[in-house]
């Protein structure tokens, strides 16, 4: 894990509306008021953090739990396959994501893939051409670092 000095002295006020986040910066001779893109989710950590970091009581930081944080989702349970494509594969039902990790170590997950495809993928004797069939480029997908 690696950590960033943060300095937010200038940071007055923060609000979220239509997937933007408002930054209030005091500049000393104007106030600023910036609208950045950003899902509610930040708001929302940030407003926790905010919490965390005005509280003078210890224990508030050391009982938050990491999984109940907006926007942080449990990490997919992955299952070994027998492929030169890949090492591993996973799926979320409720969110409906297929995660792959390949035989060079990198990990992507694939958005709104349905269970039957997942199931169809789990069952197959080739993941590899499976993938390169029904998945690849058929699917929005991010690489996870």
Known sequence: MQFNKLDLSSLLA?????????????????????EIPAPRAAYEGLVQLNEIVASDDPELAASADFYQLPGVQEEI????????MANSIGY???????QIEFKNGSVYEYEGVDEETWEDMLSTNSPGRYYNREIKGNYRSRRLD
Do not use: E
Request: charged share 30%; glycine share 2%; net charge negative.
């Open 14 to 34: 923060i609000s979220h509306n239509d997937d933007y986040l408002a930054i209030a910066i005091d500049r000393g001779d104007r106030l600023d008021i910036i």
């Open 77 to 84: 349970p992955m299952l070994p396959v027998h492929s030169t």
């Open 92 to 98: 979320d039902r409720d969110r409906q994501l297929l």
